[in-house]
C-alpha cells in the first residue's frame, strides 16, 4: 500500500512540474492508453499466475 501512495504522490509531483514548465505530461492523455497498460500488467500477472500452475 506504502508503494501506491508513493507512486500516486510521485506522479502528482511530477506532474505539477511538467504543468509549470509547459510540457506535455509523460502520461497517455486518453483512457485506451491507460487501458494499454493496465493490459500489459495483467499479461504479465496471467502468464506468471499460469507459469505457477503449469509447474506444480
Do not use: N
Request: hydrophobic share 55%; charged share 5%.
Amino acid at each position: 500500500m506504502v508503494e501506491i501512495i508513493l507512486a500516486t504522490f510521485s506522479g502528482l509531483i511530477i506532474g505539477g512540474i511538467f504543468t509549470l514548465m509547459k510540457l506535455p505530461i509523460p502520461a497517455p492523455p486518453v483512457i485506451s492508453g491507460c487501458m494499454a497498460i493496465f493490459g500489459v500488467w495483467a499479461g504479465h500477472h496471467i502468464i506468471l499466475q499460469a507459469l505457477d500452475y503449469l509447474s506444480r
